[in-house]
Structures are given as structure tokens and as C-alpha cells.
């Protein structure tokens, strides 16, 4: 048996979410610091810069899958399988890996203790698949891990438009079933803007969409009927998410465009 302060409030740290088998411990504070990083350390905490880190609870009826070279620390009687059924399996999943810029192989940790993965300073989003009933596209490279009762998928773009110049990539992966989902993102959840659309449509100008429902018809158009109309604009091309379904959109990602104030003389 293991007994371990992990996922108590201690110090510096304390759990800021759970959802399923996952808790997210964050580090308020960087205590790890010299003289001389004291004062970078100090306002990157101060502007929610700050390591995080996500613990799975594992029993012997559910495992989890996480990213490749992902985890830091194994608590217990875990063992890692790859889930590799073949060489046509992994031929199928190496060529996934070089369309989606994920790794080939997705480790799977089965057992009864604890997987803790390495610190990020990206944020971590704990996604609950049951508000995703028609499956999750995310944008390349988010993936950080998910139950094992979740299966994972490689979906192409449906129209040429969407691939050439909605700069989502020309391959999505999507995820499909019940359970968590652990995405590691640019912005935290504060910032997303959350757009549930029944039948409608949703048209944004750049890949500002973080994920979305794989319900959702995407394509990439002009913001008028002409190309005399789009250039008045000024706005060119937009991506249009059409259907019943969810967008999660990061808004000021990017700050492409922002306008700052002038500064007095």
C-alpha cells in the first residue's frame, strides 16, 4: 500500500478539478526558485502562469489512456500495455501519428493505483463526454489523455475548402465514447467562449475554434456571396461550423489585431 499527500492541499498546491478518475493538482505558488527567477516567478503566478499537473485513479475494472511520454510517476500495481494489435495496427496508427501530429502509440495503464503526469504550464481541460454525445474533434496535439472506455479516431476533411484553408489541419482526431477526456490547452477555460448551436450556423474569422462537436458540417467561405463583397469587408475568409452541436472558441488566443491604446505625448 501507498499512502502519498498528492492530491491533498499542501502548501503550495491544491486539487482545482476533478471529473471522473482525474484531478488536477496546481501549483499556486513556484517555491522551486533562486534569487535571481524570484520575481519572474512571483508575476507569473500572480497572471495564472503556473505548473499543473493531472493524477488518474486506476481500479482493476478501468484503465486510462495517456499521451506518449506523459507520465511522471506510476502508483501501485499499474502496468502499461501499447495496444498494439499488429503490424497492420500500427502501421494504421503510425500513419494517424504523421496526419495529426500525435504520437504513434497511445500508452494504456491498467491496474489498481495511480498514474501522475509530468508538469505543464499549458491548462488543462477536463472534458466530459457525455456533453459531447456526437463525438469531439480537437485541434492537433491537445490530447493528454482519456479513460479507456473512450476510443479514438483519425477523420479527414469532408470538403476541400475546410482542408486548404480553414489552417485546422487536413486530418482531425476525434473522440468517441463515455468518460473524461484531458486536453491540455493555450487558454484557460475562462477564456472559452462556449457556442451551443441548434441548427444553425457559427462563422469565425480564423482557427480561433479550440474543439467542437463532430456533429458539425465544417466548411471555409467567403464572408459575402462575391469576392467584390469579400474584399470590402476586409475580412476574406471565415470558418463556418453548421448544425446541431458545441463549439468551444478562444477568443483572444492570438491577439491578432487587437488594437492598443496611443500613447500620449
Excluded at 499549458?122 to 489523455?145: K, N
Excluded at 469587408?233 to 463549439?247: A, D, P
Amino acid at each position: 500500500m501507498i499512502r502519498t499527500n498528492i492530491a491533498e492541499t499542501v502548501g503550495s498546491r491544491s486539487v482545482t478539478e476533478r471529473l471522473g478518475r482525474f484531478s488536477v493538482i496546481e501549483y499556486e505558488k513556484d517555491l522551486s526558485v533562486t534569487p535571481h527567477s524570484a520575481q519572474t516567478a512571483w508575476f507569473a503566478s500572480s497572471m495564472n502562469v503556473r505548473k499543473r499537473q493531472v493524477l488518474a485513479d486506476l481500479d482493476d475494472d478501468h484503465g486510462v489512456i495517456i499521451q506518449a511520454g506523459a507520465i511522471q510517476m506510476m502508483l501501485g500495481q499499474v502496468d502499461m500495455v501499447t495496444g498494439v494489435k499488429g503490424v497492420g495496427d500500427l502501421m494504421k496508427k503510425a500513419v494517424g501519428s504523421a496526419v495529426t501530429g500525435e504520437t504513434v502509440l497511445k500508452p494504456h495503464y491498467i491496474g489498481n493505483g495511480s498514474v501522475v503526469l509530468e508538469p505543464t504550464f499549458q491548462y488543462i481541460l477536463l472534458e466530459d463526454m457525455a456533453a459531447w454525445p456526437d463525438g469531439l474533434v480537437i485541434q492537433d496535439g491537445m490530447f493528454l489523455g482519456c479513460d479507456d472506455s473512450i476510443e479514438m479516431k483519425v477523420c479527414a476533411r469532408k470538403n476541400v475548402s475546410s482542408a486548404l484553408f480553414g489552417k485546422e489541419g487536413l486530418f482531425n482526431t476525434v473522440l468517441f465514447g463515455e468518460g473524461t477526456v484531458v486536453l491540455e490547452s493555450s487558454v484557460p477555460r475562462d477564456e472559452l467562449f462556449v457556442m451551443e448551436l441548434e441548427n444553425d450556423e457559427l462563422k469565425i474569422d480564423g482557427n480561433q475554434a479550440v474543439c467542437w462537436s463532430g456533429s458539425l458540417s465544417f466548411t471555409v467561405e467567403r464572408t459575402a456571396p462575391t469576392l467584390i463583397g469579400s474584399a470590402a469587408s476586409k475580412e476574406g475568409l471565415v470558418n463556418v461550423y453548421r448544425g446541431t452541436g458545441r463549439v468551444l472558441v478562444a477568443p483572444v488566443a492570438a491577439n491578432r489585431g487587437i488594437s492598443v491604446p496611443k500613447e500620449e505625448k
